[in-house]
């Protein structure tokens, strides 16, 4: 075991997980990786991906993360609150190793380039998480936003692209993708064992959390996961191969137990970030990877 302790970066609740994402449906246009309704840039900092919101009617400007290791969509609390929004029904939400405590709200319309967001129903005292990030985070964008839908993250071109259509899968690896009630997942193998399965979290600041013990892959927590928090876990480096890609030397938090039920471990924006692009195809349960 090398390289001491390690500090585990999960969306939402961790030491600095940050993401965005965004949705819409309007515009024509053409990309080689498919047919493009809308196009939104985004900004990547320290390995997280930052979107720009609007909240309706106020117009105030939001920072928001995308996170398909989120379950649910959230917004901070304290961004809920400069909003005005009245609180509703007490919460608790599952984080790594925690529950969080939260509250419901009356949908909150957002948009992002004039472009219609998932309305947003929850809020979460992300106050820790917000104080390690590079901008103050005033929401999450999760796995819900993704349901029903094909998203592309391109990451060389730094656009968030909703496709009509999945991109054609030359020179790309397809791989199987499900989207449960707890989480969204894919297979991978790490130091040439059998498949497993792991989250797909575009919050995970780290490449890859995986867990060493026996996983019961049918396993799914109905509560909802977000998961932020600071632990300091073990480090090695591990051969990671994704569908056709293999990968070495990767740096790798170790657990002895499931950080979600079903589920290996965390596959994270530091490993998912040496593709090009990977397009989160729901309606087809694919993860579509293209090589740099």
Known sequence: MKGGWHSLCKAFFMRR???????????????????????????????????????????????LLLDTGAGISVLNTAAAERLGLNRGRAITVRGVESTLAG?????VSLTAEGIPLPAIRFAVDLHPFSDSCALPVDGLLGADFFRGRIVQIDFEAKKLRILATSPARQNADSIPLQLRPCGMRVPIQVNGGHSQWVRLDTGCLSALQWVTSSVRSEDCSQKAAIGLTQISIPQIDTTVEIGSQKF?????????????????????????????????DAKSGRLILESR
């Open 17 to 63: 997980p940050c993401l965005i994402a965004i949705l819409a449906f309007a515009g024509l246009g053409a990309h080689a990786a498919g047919t493009v309704l809308t196009e939104i840039p985004f900004e990547s900092r320290e390995g997280l991906l930052w979107l720009k919101a609007k909240a309706f009617p106020s117009g105030e400007s939001l920072n």
């Open 103 to 107: 509250h419901s709200l009356k949908p």
């Open 248 to 280: 070495g030397q990767v740096p790798t938090g170790i657990h002895e137990k499931p950080i979600f039920m079903g589920e290996a471990g965390l596959l994270g924006n530091g490993l998912l970030s040496r593709f090009s692009r990977l397009t989160i």
